[in-house]
């Protein structure tokens, strides 16, 4: 009995009690504040407003995304290619508050729905897309290298 002494237990009582107590607290924080965000994963069918500078058919697009928590990664495939989806991704982004922001490079190609040439030139693309309802987005899509944006819509997918 010359072990327990009450200054030690004392310390260890409230050392463990603390911890609990902080636990607790951190516990309560999580489940009130921090919400895993909605998935927003699959194939969308891109449906510009209006159709690209220098291109005849560019009024609809495939865009694949898959998602790991808020980080995003997805490719821009024309509505032609019948689901290759095993392309590589070209698309790097972020999800916070509803909104998805992507950026990366393009084929001119692939927005343009034409045959691939063999030197496909790239362009920088931004896609920034708010999430509205039933998985349904809206957002703008920027090409850098010729100067422009277009608004359109985003539609999911059905799984086949």
Do not use: W
Not at 51 to 63: A, G
């Amino acid at each position: 009995m010359n072990h327990f002494k009450f200054k030690s237990l004392a310390f260890y009582g409230v050392a463990i009690t603390s911890v609990l107590l902080l636990f607790k607290t951190v516990t309560i924080y999580g489940e009130k504040n921090l919400k895993a965000p909605p998935p927003v994963n699959g194939q969308y069918r891109l449906t510009l407003a209006e159709n690209l500078l220098n291109c005849e058919k560019s009024d609809t697009l495939t865009l694949n995304i898959e998602q790991s928590g808020i980080y995003l990664n997805a490719s821009v495939l024309s509505a032609t290619d019948n689901g290759d989806t095993n392309q590589k991704h070209s698309l790097a982004g972020i999800f916070r508050n509803q909104q998805l922001n992507l950026s990366g490079k393009v084929g001119s190609s692939i927005l343009c729905n034409i045959p691939r040439p063999q030197n496909d030139p790239l362009n920088l693309v931004k896609i920034q897309m708010q999430l509205v309802d039933k998985g349904n987005m809206t957002g703008k899509l920027t090409i850098n290298e010729i100067q422009q944006t277009r608004i359109f819509t985003a539609i999911p997918q059905k799984a086949n």
